[in-house]
């Protein structure tokens, strides 16, 4: 049998999962373990689940392909805890980023509405010309875009480095050997690009509000003003 791997390492601190209970550990799949035993039945099958909110229904459909030839456990118990930790934090990084988006409608609005007012004759000369007001609100959105894709780069190296320390320094402390062993993404493709949605969100927002009282206005009554 080809060696793939090997670990090596101490166990800082026990954890409830049975399978640190012992010192050395091997990983392979069902044909390897028959030729190594010499038996083509196997004990026992430790499934893990990726995502804790689907381990009921996993659990119901194993049950289902196992019948009453194999019998099926769930050990998620023993690791409640950390579970419970785990959604707690996920609960306040949802309130944290939803404050963050009011907040930052908020502020970006205020900004946009003295950056606009800054520009006023410039908006009243252009709508005297005949130029629409959906082909100035076009333009506010290119020169906005532009500023935020800078920002946006700036945003995804400074959010590499700290979202990765932020995890690790979590997962570290956890005193959860399986924990401690885990590798997180620092940027996960998915969720990387929902926040880039969602600030793209935020700046259309922000920009509709504060080109709305302006754009109202006839031209005369902005040249006057």
Same mark, same amino acid.
């Given at each position: 049998?080809?060696?793939?791997?090997?670990?090596?390492?101490?166990?800082? +601190?026990?954890?409830?999962?049975?399978?640190?209970?012992?010192?050395?550990?091997?990983?392979?799949?069902?044909?390897?373990?028959?030729?190594?035993?010499?038996?083509?039945?196997?004990?026992?099958?430790?499934?893990?689940?990726?995502?804790?909110?689907?381990?009921?229904?996993?659990?119901?459909?194993?049950?289902?392909?196992?019948?009453?030839?194999?019998?099926?456990?769930?050990?998620? +118990?023993?690791?409640?805890?950390?579970?419970?930790?785990?959604?707690?934090?996920?609960?306040?990084?949802?309130?944290?980023?939803?404050?963050?988006?009011? +907040?930052?409608?908020?502020?970006?609005?205020?900004?946009?509405?003295?950056?606009?007012?800054?520009?006023?004759?410039?908006?009243?000369?252009?709508? +005297?010309?005949?130029?629409?007001?959906?082909?100035?609100?076009?333009?506010?959105?290119?020169?906005?875009?532009?500023?935020?894709?800078?920002?946006?780069?700036?945003?995804?190296?400074?959010?590499?480095?700290?979202?990765?320390?932020?995890?690790?320094?979590?997962?570290?402390?956890?005193?959860?050997?399986?924990?401690?062993?885990?590798?997180?993404?620092?940027?996960?493709?998915?969720?990387?690009?929902?926040?880039?949605?969602?600030?793209?969100?935020?700046?259309?927002?922000?920009?509709?509000?504060?080109?709305?009282?302006?754009?109202?206005?006839?031209?005369?009554?902005?040249?006057?003003?």
């Amino acid at each position: 049998v080809r060696v793939a791997g090997i670990f090596s390492g101490n166990v800082q +601190a026990q954890s409830p999962m049975p399978s640190d209970a012992s010192e050395n550990l091997i990983y392979s799949g069902v044909q390897v373990v028959s030729a190594l035993t010499g038996e083509e039945r196997v004990g026992t099958i430790r499934c893990l689940s990726d995502n804790p909110q689907t381990l009921s229904a996993a659990m119901v459909q194993a049950k289902k392909i196992a019948g009453s030839k194999y019998g099926v456990t769930d050990d998620s +118990a023993r690791l409640s805890g950390v579970l419970q930790s785990v959604e707690t934090v996920r609960d306040l990084v949802r309130m944290v980023l939803l404050s963050v988006c009011l +907040a930052d409608v908020l502020v970006l609005g205020m900004a946009l509405v003295f950056w606009i007012r800054s520009r006023i004759h410039e908006i009243g000369t252009l709508l +005297a010309l005949g130029i629409g007001k959906m082909q100035i609100i076009a333009q506010f959105a290119i020169e906005t875009g532009l500023m935020a894709v800078v920002a946006a780069l700036c945003s995804l190296g400074t959010g590499s480095l700290l979202s990765g320390y932020v995890s690790s320094l979590l997962l570290h402390d956890s005193g959860v050997a399986p924990l401690e062993s885990l590798q997180v993404e620092a940027l996960p493709p998915e969720q990387t690009l929902l926040i880039l949605l969602l600030g793209c969100a935020v700046i259309a927002v922000a920009l509709a509000v504060s080109c709305a009282a302006v754009l109202a206005k006839s031209p005369k009554s902005i040249l006057s003003s």
